[in-house]
């Protein structure tokens, strides 16, 4: 008996060996909050996109400190961790960042301000419309639609003459989420733009705004050069309540019109499904003998429509 009571005395000091030597549990945010101080600069980097992952707040202050990394990667990947965490406490040194000399931190700080929705930082972000790199403008006219701020519908219209197409592109998506009537004679006019993506947007923002003075503008736009461009005010026309456009999208069903992404036959598939609710069997990557039984469902479709 004795011998067992001092085995089993002797197994009980061995578990409490064990348990006393077993690792604490390593806290994955201050770890990283740590690595943000090593010198080496790719385990900064790391640590910066692995605490815009975690989103926990107790990251906020370290990485508003690594703002001034010397390193651009750490200073770009701490500004998009910010905005990935979403904590208002880093408005200002992301506001602070918009000063850096790299576009690259520039660009991932207007992204993650825009889903703040005050004032000041609408005001820093109308002000970066005015970057030299398009890639933070572009940024800056997508983060003001995001935000939807009335303030920011004189600015956009602005951008719409941007030396860059994709600017005038996102100025464009930008009025169309904002749905703000002033904005319609600059997209009208937009309309015209000699970039077809441009012309596209602006067609689909029309379309939201639903405005009768864009009627006879997206009417004319049906005769596009660009099928993509008819695809889209042919939509935005069906948003106002007006048909005429639903010939052009079955009659680009056909089209061989394509882009590495996506086809104009694909596009005009996906609106005309949105607004009759049928498919008709109709895949944009099928034979054209498959393809044309199907475009002759819709050609019924649409006289069933106009009778």
Known sequence: MRRRFTILVLFSGLVLVAAACRPTPVDP??????????????????AARELGELKDPRAVGPLINALEDPQDR???FSARSLGEIGDPAAIDGLIKALDDPSSHIRFEAVTALSI??????????????????SYVRDAAAKGLGRIGSPEAVTPLT??????????????AQA??????????????????????FVRSATALALGEIGDERALEPLRRALQDTNGWVRN?????????NDDRGLEVLVRNL?????????SVRGEAALY??????QDFGFDAAASTRRRDEAISRWEDWLRERRS
Do not use: C, W
Not at 116 to 133: G, K, S, T
Not at 176 to 193: E, H, T, Y
Not at 272 to 277: A, P, V
């Open 254 to 262: 056909r089209s061989e019109e394509e882009s590495p992404r996506t």
């Open 116 to 133: 703040f929705d005050r004032p000041r930082v609408i005001e820093v972000i109308i002000e970066a419309l005015q970057d030299d790199n």
């Open 175 to 196: 009025l169309g989420q904002l749905r703000d009537r002033r904005a319609v004679p600059f997209l009208i006019l937009a309309l015209r733009d000699h970039n077809s």
């Open 74 to 76: 750490v200073r770009r």
């Open 29 to 46: 945010v201050e770890k990283a909050i740590g690595d943000l101080q090593s010198p080496v600069f790719l385990t900064r980097v790391a």
């Open 272 to 277: 005309l499904r949105r607004i009759s609710g």
């Open 232 to 240: 889209n005010s042919a939509f935005a026309l069906y948003q106002m």
């Open 158 to 171: 602005e951008a719409l003459a941007d030396d860059n197409p994709y600017v005038r592109t996102s100025a």
